[in-house]
């Protein structure tokens, strides 16, 4: 049995990844691309072979049909909600791409929607079905490195000018953009919540791209059992990608650490020893949606569901006003009880078949 998916927004993202990805999936096919640009979607229809596009004012009929069981939403930030809770309310599963929303009232909506539809909402962590990441968790848990203290990262690279990530009213920027993975990776390695964020921002004169968003945000995360997390996260950078837990018995770095493109090396050090394991290249967006759609088959709630997306953007929102405000914000969040697993990680081939425009 396959399950049928509804791609809302037809961006880069989709393009890239999302469309070629479920394509190396098993379980998983698109039925449906809803988008503003019917001239781009019947090709990208074409290419994928898929049946049905329609625009945005078509979504609530679409939503109807019962040849779409999920939908995967793509859009700027600031439509998560709105998108999310009306195929929710329509009995829709959804799949919907980070931040979750962005603020806490909408994700909270969200959340209770789903609930009250009886349908899964997942956030789209692909990292939490990716083996490199996991495997790091296992490491951790199996006390490879004693207990971590330290985490630190830089996710950084050159953001192109014309572009929704880089305007206000979406609630773009680096920090919401990249700088989520590097909260959600914190925060499964502590496997705590943070309790409090400072931060610094930084936004040059000279650069048009940032005229309404920073080009660099440094933040500082303390969790309750005294670990500390730093990261920069940069739209105005070289491209660099790596994460490092430093703990009290030794140290792992990640490099690459988070995009798609390329495969999660890991290096372990400890005791004098240096231990390296090169990850295979797989399609992370493969991996997330055979993970999701066998969560639906299976009629088993995700692990990265909307109460995890939310713990993010409670994180997001302390980082964002501390930046602001040069003060110390409190961050309140219950524990997660479920943290990425072995048994969610997905083994799915990469493919070259892309059409992005």
């Known amino acids: 049995m396959l399950i049928n998916y509804a791609v809302v927004g037809a961006g880069r993202i989709s393009q890239q990844a ?23 979607a019947a090709r990208l229809a074409e290419f994928h072979g898929v049946g049905q596009i329609v625009g945005y004012d078509g979504y609530d009929a679409l939503l109807k049909r019962s040849d779409v069981d999920a939908v995967y939403i793509a859009l ?6 709105d998108y999310a809770v009306r195929a929710a309310r329509a ?17 909270l909506a969200m959340i209770a929607a789903a609930r009250e539809a009886g349908v899964f909402l997942m956030t789209a962590y692909r990292l939490h079905n990716e083996p490199g990441t996991v495997v790091v968790l296992e490491h951790i848990r199996n ?100 994460y490092r837990v430093v703990g009290t018995a030794g140290d792992l770095e990640l490099d690459p650490g988070f995009r798609f493109e ?6 372990l050090r400890r005791d004098g020893e240096v231990r390296e394991t090169q990850f295979a290249q797989i399609d992370h967006f493969g991996a997330q949606v055979e993970y999701f759609s066998d969560c639906i088959k299976a009629g088993t709630p995700p692990e990265a569901d909307g109460e995890e997306g939310l713990a993010d953007l409670r994180a997001l929102v302390a980082i964002e006003t501390a930046a602001l405000t040069g003060q110390p914000q409190t961050i309140t969040s219950h ?6 697993t072995l048994d969610m990680v997905r083994v799915t081939p990469v493919t070259d078949r892309r059409l992005v425009f």
Request: hydrophobic share 40%.
């Open 18 to 40: 999302f469309l070629p990805g479920v394509g190396q999936s098993t379980n998983s096919k698109v039925t449906a691309i809803v988008t503003g640009d019917r001239d781009k």
């Open 76 to 81: 700027p930030n600031h439509l998560h909600a």
């Open 91 to 107: 009995g829709k599963h959804v799949l919907v791409e980070k931040p979750l929303a962005t603020n806490e009232q909408d994700g």
């Open 143 to 242: 006390n490879a490195i004693g207990r971590p203290l330290f985490f630190q990262s830089v996710l950084s690279f050159q953001a192109p000018p014309e572009n929704h990530r880089l305007k206000a009213a979406s609630w773009g920027g680096p920090l919401q953009d990249v700088g989520v993975y590097c909260v959600n990776a914190a925060r499964h390695i502590f496997a705590e919540e943070p309790i409090e964020a400072m931060a610094m921002a930084h936004r040059p004169n000279d650069d048009p791209r940032f005229g309404e968003v920073e080009a660099s945000v440094a933040a500082l995360l303390r969790f309750p059992s005294g670990g500390l997390a730093q990261f920069v996260a940069s739209f105005g950078a070289a491209a660099v990608d790596n």
């Open 262 to 267: 390329t495969a999660t090396k890991l290096r």
């Open 335 to 340: 524990p997660r009880a479920r943290h990425p």
